[in-house]
């Protein structure tokens, strides 16, 4: 997705203090960014807005992959849309404490499901089963498996505390958990073995570091998740290498608040809340 981007973002910085050289570029003009989505030649961003249950004016905004708004608000009046992902010519949306499922040529809501219990619905990654996707929902700790006709249950037994992002590759659901103490927050990552056979699965945890991390995604051996940095310091992009068995921050500068992000080989594109921006970095790695 390198060669889409270069044309179209509205400003551009070369990195200092990382191996190699790197570029980043920026949209604007965004309200509370949450994560990026790709299908085909198009973009989707979901957007919070003012976060407000009782004035809902969350939205998902539809752009080309040059980088043309098709329609800032594709979709309109959802509650909290964070987390979405692309299966069987839909776009489900994490929304609170519900999963909405959008016709992409229509728009037309075709899958709704209110989730009981749940309050903070975070992200969606397909199970690559052809029958379900999970569901993460920060507030309880659990991952749920939800079928396209509409059952769900929680994938594990006992809640993991914060859990946020997923990512799903080799059969296995990679997560990471945003940390709950605000002066030094610690998070994890680890992964659950999905099979088809069983239900309720063991969580396996693979590396720790201090943050709020939220979004994940995997390359090869590394493992890349968003940290929505504090007060004191801004986020910042970590790499979790499982060969050398060590974690480190990749990338530091200009991220307020980054959410889920979007991996294409060396390069991201990372919504950050803070200040209504999506930044794309080149050569991550």
Known sequence: MRKIFFACFLILTASAGFAGTRFEYEWVG???????CAFGRYLFISNLGNGDKNNPDGYISKLTDQGEIVDKYWISGL??????GVMNNRLYVADAGFVRGFNLLTRKEEFTLEMPETEKLIDIESLHDGVSFAVTDSKNGLIYRVYFNGDFYPLILEPIEGVSGLYFKSRKLYFCT???????????????????SRNEVIPYFIGTAEGRFRGIAV???????????????????????????MMYPIWDRDLNLPGDFLMDGDDVLVPTEGDGKIKYISDIH
């Open 79 to 84: 509650t909290a849309p964070r987390g979405m």
């Open 178 to 196: 945003e940390g709950s103490d605000k002066d030094r927050p610690v998070s994890r990552v680890g992964y659950l073995k999905i099979r088809v």
């Open 219 to 245: 390359e090869d051996n590394s493992i890349f998740v968003t940290d929505r940095g504090s007060s004191e310091r801004p986020g910042r992009i970590f790499c979790f290498d499982a060969d050398e068995n």
């Open 30 to 36: 965004f309200s509370a960014p949450q994560s990026v």
